[in-house]
């Protein structure tokens, strides 16, 4: 829950966690950030939330976890007034001030996770819409995630993002969101290392990745392809679009490809003006 962001206008969240029987789950009212971590609890946010953290963790044991019906829209962040030294070298902070990994989502350690029909806006580097880490048996559909992003403190790591899945412990179906603007990366599925059979569905999405000054390279797909993982990627409108010669555009990145992969890629509309396809390691 790291960050120094602020994230307001969050209406409509629901979430229900292990299994559930009509009439007798617990309602939990909630008016303020925090942990969601009840088995069998239907949680109703009450008003709207301000916070300087992510808003919510979800926390999972096992149970089952629905996430849905929210719009979550990061305010406005205050702007750096001086120059910085990082690195050695000397930083224009001419935008909102930087964290580290601030999502305005954070689920981590769930099996059997569904995030649906929730509008989500960021406009600060270091800022993922949603970040799943470590869970299996995901439905992440549905969505209208909007990116306004145009600075990264580091390319490689935090980096902006906009759907990441990290650390993936098992199936994943991901569908029908539309991913507007993009940040650096699109949809970006990493991990899994050590996994075998099938992993990976990312299917009927939108995203559309700008590559520009100050805003990195242009990654709306980005997934690891681990041994016999059989990611299958299709019937997805992919654009990658470069507005300049410092950095690369490309529909589709596939890092850590290992031979025996057995990944799909078909029947997608690519459009870019640099590269449909790039591979990395």
Known sequence: MNGCYTIGMILGLLLVAGSVVAGVEDVIEIDAPGILDVPGATYVL???VTTERTAFMIKGDGNRFTLRNGRLIQGRQPLAD???????????AAGPVPGRSCFVVYVRGCRGLEISDLITEVNSRDTDNLY?????????????????????????WPGTGVITVAGVRGPMDIHRNVIDGGGQWGIRVSGGEGLTGHLVQVHHNFC????????????PLDFDCPAYSCNRVYKNTIEAIRRSDNYWAASINVIRAKPSNLAAVHDNVFRTNHWHLRTTT
């Not at 799943?132 to 490689?156: G, Y």
């Open 46 to 48: 009450t008003k709207d």
């Open 132 to 156: 799943i880490r470590e869970c299996a048996d995901v439905h992440i559909h549905d969505n209208h995630c909007i990116s306004s992003v145009r600075e990264i403190t580091d390319r490689h």
């Open 208 to 219: 559309r990745v700008v590559a520009e000054e100050g805003s990195g390279d242009a990654d």
């Open 82 to 92: 001086k120059l910085s030294m990082r690195a050695g070298r000397v930083v224009q």
